[in-house]
Protein backbone atom coordinates (compact mmCIF):
# COMPACT_ATOMS: atom_id res chain seq x y z
CA UNK A 1 0.00 0.00 0.00
CA UNK A 2 1.12 3.38 -1.21
CA UNK A 3 1.96 5.71 1.54
CA UNK A 4 3.73 9.20 1.96
CA UNK A 5 4.61 10.58 5.48
CA UNK A 6 5.68 14.49 6.06
CA UNK A 7 7.72 15.71 9.00
CA UNK A 8 10.05 18.51 10.04
CA UNK A 9 7.24 20.70 10.58
CA UNK A 10 7.05 23.12 13.49
CA UNK A 11 7.47 26.66 15.05
CA UNK A 12 10.06 28.82 13.16
CA UNK A 13 10.28 32.72 13.72
CA UNK A 14 10.01 35.30 10.75
CA UNK A 15 12.62 35.16 8.72
CA UNK A 16 13.85 31.26 9.64
CA UNK A 17 14.45 28.43 7.22
CA UNK A 18 12.92 24.87 8.08
CA UNK A 19 13.58 21.89 5.91
CA UNK A 20 10.37 19.08 5.48
CA UNK A 21 10.55 15.60 4.14
CA UNK A 22 8.25 13.47 2.77
CA UNK A 23 9.20 9.66 3.22
CA UNK A 24 7.52 7.30 0.27
CA UNK A 25 6.87 3.60 0.56
CA UNK A 26 4.93 1.08 -1.00
CA UNK A 27 5.44 2.18 -4.29
CA UNK A 28 8.36 3.43 -6.80
CA UNK A 29 9.00 7.00 -5.67
CA UNK A 30 10.83 7.83 -9.16
CA UNK A 31 8.42 6.93 -11.72
CA UNK A 32 6.31 9.76 -9.60
CA UNK A 33 5.70 13.60 -9.88
CA UNK A 34 5.76 14.69 -6.01
CA UNK A 35 3.67 17.83 -5.54
CA UNK A 36 3.83 20.15 -2.31
CA UNK A 37 -0.04 21.88 -1.70
CA UNK A 38 -0.25 23.69 2.04
CA UNK A 39 -3.30 24.55 3.43
CA UNK A 40 -3.45 27.76 6.18
CA UNK A 41 -5.80 27.73 9.11
CA UNK A 42 -9.20 27.49 7.60
CA UNK A 43 -8.34 28.22 4.62
CA UNK A 44 -8.05 25.98 0.98
CA UNK A 45 -5.59 24.44 -0.63
CA UNK A 46 -3.08 26.18 -2.42
CA UNK A 47 -0.19 24.62 -5.10
CA UNK A 48 3.42 25.25 -3.76
CA UNK A 49 5.10 23.33 -5.82
CA UNK A 50 6.20 20.08 -8.40
CA UNK A 51 9.42 17.71 -9.16
CA UNK A 52 9.43 15.13 -11.80
CA UNK A 53 10.34 12.06 -11.22
CA UNK A 54 14.33 12.32 -11.68
CA UNK A 55 14.43 15.78 -10.09
CA UNK A 56 14.91 17.36 -13.55
CA UNK A 57 12.31 19.22 -13.91
CA UNK A 58 10.49 21.42 -11.10
CA UNK A 59 7.47 23.96 -11.11
CA UNK A 60 6.92 26.53 -8.46
CA UNK A 61 4.36 28.97 -7.06
CA UNK A 62 5.14 32.44 -7.46
CA UNK A 63 4.72 33.22 -3.83
CA UNK A 64 7.46 30.94 -2.91
CA UNK A 65 9.77 30.97 -5.90
CA UNK A 66 13.35 31.80 -5.33
CA UNK A 67 12.42 30.87 -1.09
CA UNK A 68 11.63 27.40 -1.56
CA UNK A 69 13.56 24.87 -2.76
CA UNK A 70 12.44 21.12 -3.40
CA UNK A 71 14.85 18.17 -3.85
CA UNK A 72 14.57 14.44 -4.00
CA UNK A 73 16.36 11.64 -3.35
CA UNK A 74 14.81 8.49 -5.13
CA UNK A 75 17.01 5.85 -3.75
CA UNK A 76 15.95 6.96 -0.17
CA UNK A 77 12.60 7.09 -1.31
CA UNK A 78 12.33 11.00 0.03
CA UNK A 79 11.55 14.11 -1.45
CA UNK A 80 12.66 17.16 0.97
CA UNK A 81 11.52 21.02 1.21
CA UNK A 82 14.13 23.36 1.96
CA UNK A 83 11.76 26.51 3.20
CA UNK A 84 14.10 30.16 3.36
CA UNK A 85 12.76 33.33 4.34
CA UNK A 86 9.83 32.49 5.89
CA UNK A 87 6.79 34.70 6.70
CA UNK A 88 3.29 34.42 8.56
CA UNK A 89 1.87 33.91 5.83
CA UNK A 90 3.63 30.50 5.00
CA UNK A 91 1.85 29.30 7.90
CA UNK A 92 0.15 26.00 6.99
CA UNK A 93 -0.20 22.33 6.81
CA UNK A 94 1.80 20.95 4.35
CA UNK A 95 0.77 17.87 2.71
CA UNK A 96 3.17 16.08 -0.11
CA UNK A 97 1.35 14.86 -2.76
CA UNK A 98 2.16 11.78 -5.46
CA UNK A 99 0.81 12.27 -9.02
CA UNK A 100 -1.68 15.38 -8.18
CA UNK A 101 -4.65 15.40 -10.40
CA UNK A 102 -4.27 11.91 -11.34
CA UNK A 103 -5.10 8.96 -9.37
CA UNK A 104 -3.06 10.77 -6.68
CA UNK A 105 -2.10 9.92 -3.23
CA UNK A 106 -1.50 12.53 -0.28
CA UNK A 107 0.10 12.40 2.58
CA UNK A 108 -1.28 13.20 6.58
CA UNK A 109 0.64 16.49 6.37
CA UNK A 110 2.26 18.64 8.55
CA UNK A 111 2.10 21.99 10.36
CA UNK A 112 4.48 24.81 9.64
CA UNK A 113 3.69 27.71 12.06
CA UNK A 114 5.82 30.96 11.25
CA UNK A 115 5.38 32.98 14.53
CA UNK A 116 7.21 35.06 16.74
CA UNK B 1 -9.10 32.70 -7.44
CA UNK B 2 -8.21 31.36 -11.02
CA UNK B 3 -11.15 28.83 -10.60
CA UNK B 4 -14.52 30.05 -9.26
CA UNK B 5 -16.51 27.18 -7.02
CA UNK B 6 -19.97 28.34 -5.21
CA UNK B 7 -19.11 28.27 -1.69
CA UNK B 8 -21.70 26.25 -0.54
CA UNK B 9 -24.42 23.94 -1.64
CA UNK B 10 -27.14 21.83 0.36
CA UNK B 11 -29.49 19.53 0.32
CA UNK B 12 -31.38 16.68 2.18
CA UNK B 13 -30.11 13.25 2.37
CA UNK B 14 -30.73 11.36 -0.68
CA UNK B 15 -30.99 14.34 -3.30
CA UNK B 16 -28.45 15.20 -5.74
CA UNK B 17 -26.28 18.34 -5.48
CA UNK B 18 -23.92 19.62 -8.73
CA UNK B 19 -20.80 21.59 -7.81
CA UNK B 20 -19.60 24.25 -10.77
CA UNK B 21 -15.54 24.62 -11.18
CA UNK B 22 -15.43 28.07 -13.72
CA UNK B 23 -12.13 28.32 -15.55
CA UNK B 24 -10.93 29.06 -18.67
CA UNK B 25 -8.91 28.01 -21.85
CA UNK B 26 -5.49 27.64 -20.16
CA UNK B 27 -6.82 25.33 -17.88
CA UNK B 28 -10.46 23.58 -17.51
CA UNK B 29 -10.85 23.97 -21.19
CA UNK B 30 -7.81 21.75 -22.36
CA UNK B 31 -7.01 19.91 -19.34
CA UNK B 32 -7.97 17.20 -16.94
CA UNK B 33 -10.01 18.17 -14.08
CA UNK B 34 -9.91 16.83 -10.53
CA UNK B 35 -12.24 16.71 -7.97
CA UNK B 36 -10.85 16.38 -3.83
CA UNK B 37 -12.74 16.11 -0.60
CA UNK B 38 -11.81 17.09 2.44
CA UNK B 39 -12.83 15.66 5.80
CA UNK B 40 -13.22 17.34 8.64
CA UNK B 41 -9.94 17.21 9.88
CA UNK B 42 -8.38 15.09 7.51
CA UNK B 43 -6.25 15.16 4.39
CA UNK B 44 -7.60 15.73 0.85
CA UNK B 45 -8.50 12.91 -0.98
CA UNK B 46 -9.18 12.95 -4.66
CA UNK B 47 -12.87 12.08 -5.91
CA UNK B 48 -12.66 12.25 -9.31
CA UNK B 49 -9.56 12.63 -11.54
CA UNK B 50 -9.14 13.15 -15.25
CA UNK B 51 -12.16 14.49 -15.27
CA UNK B 52 -14.54 11.99 -15.33
CA UNK B 53 -12.44 8.80 -13.59
CA UNK B 54 -12.80 7.26 -9.96
CA UNK B 55 -10.67 5.98 -7.79
CA UNK B 56 -11.20 2.18 -7.01
CA UNK B 57 -13.20 2.63 -3.88
CA UNK B 58 -15.18 5.94 -4.74
CA UNK B 59 -18.95 5.11 -5.02
CA UNK B 60 -20.14 5.86 -8.75
CA UNK B 61 -22.67 8.42 -6.65
CA UNK B 62 -20.04 10.83 -7.34
CA UNK B 63 -19.16 11.77 -10.83
CA UNK B 64 -17.45 14.60 -12.75
CA UNK B 65 -17.95 16.34 -16.23
CA UNK B 66 -16.74 19.06 -18.18
CA UNK B 67 -17.85 21.45 -20.53
CA UNK B 68 -15.93 23.92 -22.49
CA UNK B 69 -14.21 25.56 -19.37
CA UNK B 70 -16.34 25.02 -16.65
CA UNK B 71 -16.39 21.35 -14.59
CA UNK B 72 -18.99 19.66 -12.46
CA UNK B 73 -18.99 17.50 -9.47
CA UNK B 74 -22.36 15.97 -9.18
CA UNK B 75 -23.37 13.68 -5.48
CA UNK B 76 -26.28 11.48 -5.88
CA UNK B 77 -28.07 9.92 -3.13
CA UNK B 78 -26.50 12.27 -0.59
CA UNK B 79 -25.70 10.84 2.04
CA UNK B 80 -24.71 12.42 5.94
CA UNK B 81 -20.70 11.16 5.53
CA UNK B 82 -20.56 13.23 2.73
CA UNK B 83 -20.63 16.58 4.62
CA UNK B 84 -17.36 17.59 3.40
CA UNK B 85 -15.36 20.65 1.77
CA UNK B 86 -15.09 19.82 -1.99
CA UNK B 87 -12.25 21.42 -4.06
CA UNK B 88 -11.65 21.48 -8.29
CA UNK B 89 -7.97 21.34 -9.12
CA UNK B 90 -6.51 22.01 -12.68
CA UNK B 91 -2.84 22.32 -14.34
CA UNK B 92 -2.88 26.15 -15.63
CA UNK B 93 -0.77 25.83 -19.14
CA UNK B 94 0.02 29.69 -19.36
CA UNK B 95 1.04 29.80 -15.56
CA UNK B 96 2.72 26.91 -15.51
CA UNK B 97 0.97 26.09 -11.83
CA UNK B 98 -1.86 23.64 -10.54
CA UNK B 99 -4.27 25.97 -9.40
CA UNK B 100 -7.43 24.86 -6.99
CA UNK B 101 -10.67 26.23 -6.32
CA UNK B 102 -11.51 27.99 -3.40
CA UNK B 103 -13.65 25.06 -2.50
CA UNK B 104 -17.59 23.76 -1.49
CA UNK B 105 -19.04 23.54 1.38
CA UNK B 106 -21.38 20.51 1.50
CA UNK B 107 -24.32 20.50 3.76
CA UNK B 108 -26.51 17.60 4.43
CA UNK B 109 -30.11 19.64 5.69
Known amino acids: EAQLVESGGGLVQPGGSLRLSCVAS????????IHWVRQGPGKGLVWVLRVNGDGSITNYADSVKGRFIVSRDNAKNTVDLQMNSLGVEDTAVYYC?????????WGQGTLVTVSS | SVLTQPPSVSAAPGQRVTISCSGS????????VAWFQQLPGTAPKVLIY???ERPSGIPDRFYGSKSGTSATLGITGLQTGDEADYYCGVWDTSLSVYVFGAGTKVTVL
Open chain 1, 97 to 105: VRGLGGNDY
Open chain 2, 25 to 32: SSNIGNNH
Open chain 1, 26 to 33: GFTLRDYW
Open chain 2, 50 to 52: HTN
